[in-house]
């Protein structure tokens, strides 16, 4: 009896460290597809020239939607106050939210696909998403538009973890993942 529960622990053990393996490799595949849009020179879109002087604004003490108005939704300000704080306030440094939103949607599009399809089938997914000229438009510049892919695209993967294993903690998780996508771009 002994030995099946611990095969069964060895392989679980095997499972969860090729699945962290896998996301560490594909997200730096998206780290590297993206590298180029993060040290340009130039700003990639209008809104790249915007966000990134409201970066540069939130830096100097400037409040959003008190002193700061933005387009997108309220979560995005706050998201780019954060990348710029992790980038060292250095002058692409709200570049790392675009960054970081690419990496994640790769991850998370890696997870949902392990739900519904072999390891094989997720690895092939989410190298398409991440190479997708969409999604690689979406989560290059500083817009709100990649982290609210990210968001949505990890309430699915939650989701699809809730279909196999309903929890309340998953539920929540699904609901506040997709209400933050909202809340960057409605």
């Known amino acids: 009896m002994a030995r099946p529960v611990a095969a069964e622990r060895t392989r679980a053990a095997t499972d969860r460290r090729t699945w962290w393996?896998?996301?560490?490799?594909?997200?730096?595949?998206?780290?590297?597809?993206?590298?180029?849009?993060?040290?340009?020179?130039?700003?990639?879109?209008?809104?790249?020239?915007?966000?990134?002087?409201?970066?540069?604004?939130?830096?100097?003490?400037?409040v959003p939607f008190r002193d700061l108005f933005s387009p997108q939704g309220p979560l995005h300000l706050p998201l780019l106050y954060v990348a710029d704080l992790v980038g060292l306030r250095t002058t692409n440094a709200p570049r790392v939210l675009p960054m970081v939103a690419g990496a994640v949607v790769t991850v998370v599009t890696y997870a949902a696909g392990q739900r519904i399809t072999s390891r094989l089938g997720a690895i092939v997914a989410a190298v398409l998403v991440t190479t997708s000229g969409s999604v690689l438009f979406t989560t290059t510049g500083i817009a709100s538009d990649g982290?609210?892919?990210?968001?949505?695209?990890?309430?699915?993967?939650?989701?699809?973890?809730?279909?196999?294993?309903?929890?309340?903690?998953?539920?929540?998780?699904?609901?506040?993942?997709?209400?933050?996508a909202v809340a960057a771009k409605a």
Do not use: C, K, N, W
């Open 21 to 62: 393996i896998d996301a560490a490799v594909l997200a730096g595949i998206a780290v590297v597809l993206r590298i180029p849009a993060y040290v340009a020179s130039r700003h990639l879109t209008y809104d790249d020239g915007f966000f990134g002087l409201s970066a540069i604004e939130m830096r100097d003490g400037v």
């Open 147 to 180: 982290p609210a892919l990210a968001f949505a695209i990890g309430a699915a993967a939650v989701a699809f973890g809730y279909t196999q294993t309903p929890t309340s903690p998953r539920a929540v998780a699904a609901g506040a993942l997709l209400g933050a």
